[in-house]
């Protein structure tokens, strides 16, 4: 207690006498829980006063990040021990936003005395003031609808906590915090966000975000399934495939309208220990363009962010650049700001020779400040002597050089028991809760948690955070260290042998009380598995997490966790595992590279090196290895390996084996210009997916191989002469990908979506189609290299009058598929090309394109747009005169057209020819063929039917 005398007084009907823990009503006690009886009396020592929510917290938790909602649980559970209305408020009346104020009339048996300087608990900053000053004034901006993102910079102990507690403390907004632990690193994704994100939604008022993320944020509420009413097991787990593009704008979207109703201070503390996910997120929230009244305020150590190579250097840079962040360094304390400092901490200036010891003894850093005059407080050495201080010589500072010493001094007040307890917490992290601690230690949970409250009324850096249910509904208390420095000297305090141990226990632990919920901690029960000495249950982990990643769209973090899986495992681990792990670090690969690049391609070699195996990584392992032969334009590879899968699923009766196979070989027969037999294929695929699609798992396939289905097949449709059925299929696979939140497939189906509108010549939608590529490839981990998407960019260009651009962008797209070794669709490029260089007057240039795609189709079989190609060369053998060589070249395309049944590019044929007057047209045919297009106005349909009127 800071108060000299401790409270008896009287209220009503009531008695309290703080000094035996005890409230009466008429002469009876009163239950009251430790937490409310405490509460009771902050309130009541202050009667009369708004007590706010931060001092409410401070008193009964000790800090200041406790969810608010446990603040306000404790509140209705005191009006409901007191028989009070919170609507009608007699004794406990609440100050909206701000917090609470005690106004039942009271006589008192004795009043506390005033505390003493030294014990306020809102102690000063540390030479912040300019600092506190910036990070007002951008809280302000964003209040009025200017979104801010500000970094604040320092090492370790300098004081960025408390700066940022501060300004927490004094927001009024709501506040959602979040801490990025070293522990996990890189592991999982969006980690901090998920954190702040639950604090909102605990916090006051957090019906409505929970409401909020149900509308408009369904990815981000299947990760916080304790928020739904009636979980069941297994009901909210994270869709397959759910992808970065997809979580980013439905956050986006959740905080906007979050922060209209209330300003949102959203902090995310120890950024250099933040995953590459979160890192995008930042960035996703910095460029967006909407006012917002939001503020994003977070914290680093820029020497961890060099050291490690972190992804968030790469994205302050740019930040900086484009003046999209605002940044706070804060540097060590000047001898001059330590004496400012002791001076608003103290209430009286030191000695110079003091400060300038003190400054020698802490380098100036606020963490190590702070405990220093602590320790000297506490210890006596610092002495208030009436109203002035008696400061101890310079010379007989005996105080400890680093916060190890402080922090062992501090541990030798407790018991052997509660440092072998903290000593146990440590192993877990920055927090922990005690019920697993409990079963580390082999202990009582109830005796382990009133021995952790006895610890933290005497360590300044352990406190109470909250509580949480527990499996066998349970509560379970939550304690953290005040910073990770703390956190760490107690681990490097462990012998090896018994962190190897405790490692294991808390494995044993964590997994016991998540049960089925236990893939969610994956990445920490790998780490304690790995610490542990067990690698192999560290790989299996891993693969989770790896599996976890992809489904929430962040291929880096899916490939780091199935790359360190490996490599702990080092060839000691059951061949399922392994090849599963190389299936989800070679799919991993595909949302961060072509997949016909070198690295990509080896990948599934590596995984087809296993061998057949029944896992249920094998059909996937086949279609990625397909894809790569397929991307190559390796036509015949493609067909034979096609077979092979499909050989294979008739043999084992393997559903998804079969379904990618039919994919595969319909795509590739299609691409060889065999469209009936392609048709034939798809068509079964389609039947198959409708059985079997809630069993696939797109997250570990290249493509979603229901998207795949739709879009090979609208484009095979189309060339049929079905445009309508052709359209659906195409805005089927749209829906597929983004429903199953494949980021690959949706870039795919939006690609074939523009091809079928560039076939038609409607080239504004192309234009806004393969814009929204760019822009999915922009705003989620989707290879950046430029494929067929944007030579049909370009010739939307081109299509619009901007022809010298457009022309660009196709060259260089072609120039980066070839240094990535793609062979497929050359032969679309060529045709468009050929067509944007005649629409721009340069005949030479379109031939010569039109030669290299007939080449292409003659030495690797990609035949599709043989047909169009001849077509284009035989109106630039007309236009140049030779009106017998185009009437060759028209008979060619047609002749081709109908082999391959492809009405679509028959009808363009006939269309070309009878304009051109060439001895190849056929009026009655070209008529015949426009039957089947009679609600089609597209572009190519108007001007063919346009050239049948003027055959009559």
């Known amino acids: 207690m800071n108060e000299t005398t401790q409270l008896q007084a009287r209220f009503g009907r ?11 009503m008429d002469g009876l006690p009163v239950e009251l829980t430790p937490r409310a009886f405490q509460l009771l009396c902050e309130l009541a020592r202050r009667a009369g006063q708004l007590v706010t929510k931060e001092e409410l917290l401070d008193a009964v938790w000790g800090h200041r990040h406790v969810n608010e909602a446990a603040l306000k649980n404790i509140v209705s559970q005191l009006r409901q021990a007191l028989g009070d209305d919170a609507r009608e408020s007699r004794l406990i009346q609440t100050v909206a936003r701000r917090g609470y104020r005690f106004i039942a ?17 809102a102690q000063p900053l540390a030479g912040r003031d300019a600092a506190l000053a910036a990070l007002r004034q951008a809280l302000a901006a964003a209040k009025q609808g200017q979104r801010q993102l500000v970094f604040v910079l320092g090492d370790a102990g300098s004081g960025k906590t408390a700066l940022v507690e501060r300004l927490v403390a004094e927001a009024g907004a709501r506040v959602a915090f979040g801490q990025c632990i070293e522990h996990y690193g890189q592991g999982e994704a969006y980690m901090p966000v998920l954190e702040a994100l639950n604090a909102l939604c605990r916090a006051p008022g957090g019906a409505a975000v929970v409401d909020a993320l149900r509308r408009v944020a369904p990815s981000w509420l299947a990760q916080l399934p304790w928020l739904h009413d009636e979980p069941q097991a297994g009901d909210f787990a994270p869709a397959a495939g759910t992808t970065q593009d997809r979580m980013l704008r439905e956050f986006g979207e959740l905080i906007d309208r979050v922060a209209a109703d209330q300003p949102v201070l959203m902090v995310l503390e120890d950024l250099h220990w933040s995953d590459h996910a979160t890192v995008q997120l930042l960035g996703y929230l910095a460029r967006r363009r909407q006012p917002a009244r939001l503020m994003v305020l977070g914290s680093f150590r820029p020497a961890e962010l060099i050291v490690e190579d972190h992804p968030l250097a790469g994205l302050r840079q740019e930040l900086r650049l ?3 962040c605002r940044e706070l360094d804060l540097e060590s304390l000047s001898e001059a700001e330590l004496d400012d400092y002791l001076v608003a901490r103290l209430g009286a200036p030191a000695p110079e020779s003091f400060v300038r010891a003190l400054h020698a003894h802490t380098s100036g850093l606020p963490l190590f400040v702070v405990n220093v005059v602590d320790e000297l407080v506490e210890s006596g050495r610092l002495q208030r002597d009436g109203s002035a201080w008696r400061f101890p010589d310079a010379d007989g500072l005996a105080v400890p050089r680093s916060i190890v010493g402080i922090v062992e001094r501090q541990l030798a007040r407790l018991s052997a028991d509660q440092q072998r307890a903290l000593g146990a917490a440590s192993v877990a ?11 580390v230690l082999e202990l009582p949970p109830a005796e382990l948690q009133a021995s952790l409250d006895e610890a933290a009324a005497r360590l300044p850096w352990l406190r109470c955070v909250g509580a949480a249910p527990v499996a066998g509904g349970g509560i379970g208390a939550r304690y953290a260290f005040a910073h990770a420095t703390y956190r760490r000297v107690l681990y490097e305090r462990l012998a090896a042998p018994q962190r190897l141990l405790w490692h294991r226990r808390w494995a044993a632990a964590l997994a016991s009380m998540h049960g089925a919920g236990a893939a969610e901690v994956a990445s920490e029960l790998a780490l304690h598995h790995e610490r542990g000495g067990e690698p192999a249950a560290a790989a299996a982990q891993l693969s989770l997490a790896a599996s976890r990643a992809l489904a929430r769209g962040a291929g880096r973090e899916a490939l780091q966790s199935a790359r360190h899986a490996l490599a702990l ?42 061998g057949e195996s029944d896992s249920a990584a094998w059909p996937g ?11 190559r334009g390796e036509l015949p590879a493609a067909r034979a390996l096609a077979a092979d899968m499909q050989a294979l699923a008739e043999r084992r009766a393997e559903p998804a084996l079969r379904l990618s196979g039919l994919n595969a070989m319909g795509l590739t027969l299609m691409m060889m210009g065999e469209l009936d037999a392609a048709r034939t294929q798809l068509e079964a695929a389609l039947d198959a997916h409708r059985e079997l699609a809630d069993r696939l798992s797109a997250a570990r396939f290249v493509q979603d191989l229901g998207a795949e289905t739709s879009l090979a097949l609208a484009l095979v449709t189309w060339l049929a002469g079905e445009p309508r059925r052709a359209r659906d299929l195409s805005a089927q696979a749209a829906e597929i990908a983004v429903a199953n939140r494949h980021p690959i497939s949706e870039v795919a189906a939006l690609y074939v979506a523009a091809m079928l509108h560039a076939l038609a010549g409607e080239f504004e939608t192309v234009h806004a189609l393969t814009e929204r590529v760019y822009g999915v490839i922009r705003d989620q981990e989707v290879p950046a290299a430029r494929s067929g998407f944007a030579w049909l960019h370009g010739r939307a260009l081109v299509a619009q009058g901007r022809v010298d651009e457009g022309l660009d962008e196709m060259r260089a797209t072609l120039r980066t598929v070839q240094a990535l070794g793609m062979g497929f669709g050359l032969g679309d490029f060529h045709f468009h090309h050929a067509e944007a260089c005649r629409a721009a007057g340069q005949a030479a240039q379109a031939r010569a394109s039109v030669e290299a795609g007939l080449a292409i189709a003659q030495g690797t079989g990609e035949r599709l747009m043989l047909s169009p190609l001849l077509c284009q060369l035989a109106q630039i053998q007309a236009d140049a005169g030779d009106t017998a060589a185009a009437a060759e070249s028209f008979a060619r395309s047609i002749r081709t057209a109908r082999e391959q049944h492809a009405v679509f590019h028959e009808l363009v044929a006939l269309a070309a ?19 089947r297009y009679a609600d089609d106005a597209s572009p190519v349909i108007a001007a063919a039917r346009a050239a049948a009127c003027v055959a009559g």
């Open 621 to 631: 392992a086949l279609h990625g290895s397909w894809w790569v032969r397929f991307l």
């Open 569 to 610: 495992a080092g060839g000691r681990i059951e061949p399922a595992l392994e090849l599963d792990l190389r299936l989800l670090e070679a799919v991993a690969l595909t949302r961060l590279h072509v997949p016909c690049e070198p690295e990509v391609a080896a990948a599934f070699e590596r995984v087809l090196a296993l």
């Open 913 to 931: 020819a009878q304009r051109a007057g060439s001895q190849a047209a056929d009026p009655a045919r070209l008529r015949e063929l426009l039957a």
């Open 14 to 24: 009531f008695q309290i006498d703080e000094a035996q823990a005890r409230l009466d």
């Open 322 to 324: 484009h003046r999209l």
């Open 429 to 439: 992290g920055v927090e922990f809760m005690h019920p697993p601690l409990a079963e």
């Open 105 to 121: 009339p009271m006589s008192t048996a004795a009043a506390p005395a005033a505390p003493a300087p030294v014990a306020s608990r």
